[in-house]
């Protein structure tokens, strides 16, 4: 393993829109963690990370942590089954055993509209939700909970592996914030996040379609640009490139047997924490 590697690291491995984005912001604020300022390299996604090339592009978004901090990203794809089942493997290889998982889940109708909200906002999806959950196997999958987990457990200990309630990190980030200083082991008062969820699809900030598929999303911005832009200046940008998103769909708007419907295909991979399906 590269030296680069050889220091305390944990991931954010999802799941995709529920809170990781304001989690990472949080966490970012504590001076014993580094995170870069791509949140999302997602290098574990695919193979090419653990190739000699990979390996050094991987090292080098955790170039500027001091000696003795912490080192994590935050990629949803990780626990994207079954787009790709293999982050965990991969993660073991570059990190070791000993790395740390943080994984957030959310009430799985909430998470699965917000889903559809983002895909709709993209341009990626033009069917009304019913349609497209039916047609769109990622909305359930990326739902399946305990199935993207059974990755990540057969490759790290139980213990190594934090699972959190985006519903509880909302009512109370104080104190989700002091479990992961307990998981991580970092002084609890060095967090100095600010209230709510960052990237909700509901209202958020959406900047135009050209510069989402282009610009901001290149490697050279990404890896480049943006970790030598200071925050406050990325946060002004941001603000001032993008509009306002107008939600495609409410929670409310789904109907109870859609409801019922979505719970009884997810079954016991939402169970441990959302309950059996009614």
């Given at each position: 393993m590269m030296s680069s590697f050889d220091r305390d690291a944990f991931l954010i491995i999802g799941a995709m829109k529920a809170g990781t984005t304001s989690l990472y912001a949080d966490l970012c604020t504590h001076p014993?963690?580094?995170?870069?300022?791509?949140?999302?390299?997602?290098?574990?996604?695919?193979?090419?990370?653990?190739?000699?090339?990979?390996?050094?592009?991987?090292?080098?978004?955790?170039?500027?942590?001091?000696?003795?901090?912490?080192?994590?990203?935050?990629?949803?794809?990780?626990?994207?089954?079954?787009?790709?089942?293999?982050?965990?493997?991969?993660?073991?290889?570059?990190?070791?055993?000993?790395?740390?998982?943080?994984?957030?889940?959310?009430?799985?109708?909430?998470?699965?509209?917000?889903?559809?909200?983002?895909?709709?906002?993209?341009?990626?999806?033009?069917?009304?939700?019913?349609?497209?959950?039916?047609?769109?196997?990622?909305?359930?999958?990326?739902?399946?909970?305990?199935?993207?987990?059974?990755?990540?457990?057969?490759?790290?200990d139980a213990d190594a592996v934090k699972v959190l309630r985006f519903e509880d990190y909302v009512a109370n980030k104080p104190a989700v914030l002091a479990q992961l200083a307990a998981h991580l082991g970092v002084p609890v008062d060095g967090f100095t996040?600010?209230?709510?969820?960052?990237?909700?699809?509901?209202?958020?900030?959406?900047?135009?379609?050209?510069?989402?598929?282009?610009?901001?999303?290149?490697?050279?911005?990404?890896?480049v640009v943006k970790p030598m832009l200071p925050a406050g200046m990325r946060a002004h940008a941001k603000r001032w490139l993008s509009r306002r998103a107008s939600p495609a769909l409410s929670v409310a708007d789904v109907s109870d047997a859609e409801r019922s419907w979505i719970r009884a295909q997810l079954g016991a991979s939402i169970a441990p924490w959302y309950g059996a399906a009614a």
């Open positions: 014993a963690i580094f995170m870069p300022a791509n949140k999302e390299p997602e290098s574990l996604a695919t193979d090419d990370v653990l190739t000699p090339g990979g390996r050094r592009r991987y090292a080098q978004l955790f170039g500027r942590a001091r000696p003795g901090q912490w080192v994590g990203e935050a990629s949803t794809a990780y626990t994207k089954w079954p787009d790709q089942s293999d982050a965990a493997r991969r993660a073991k290889d570059i990190w070791g055993p000993d790395l740390k998982v943080i994984y957030m889940v959310r009430e799985p109708v909430a998470r699965i509209v917000s889903h559809y909200n983002h895909d709709v906002q993209e341009g990626a999806q033009r069917a009304p939700f019913s349609e497209a959950l039916r047609r769109d196997s990622r909305y359930l999958d990326y739902t399946r909970y305990a199935r993207q987990l059974d990755f990540w457990l057969a490759e790290f996040g600010s209230e709510g969820a960052a990237n909700a699809s509901d209202g958020k900030l959406l900047a135009p379609t050209w510069l989402r598929q282009g610009a901001l999303r290149s490697h050279l911005y990404l890896n």
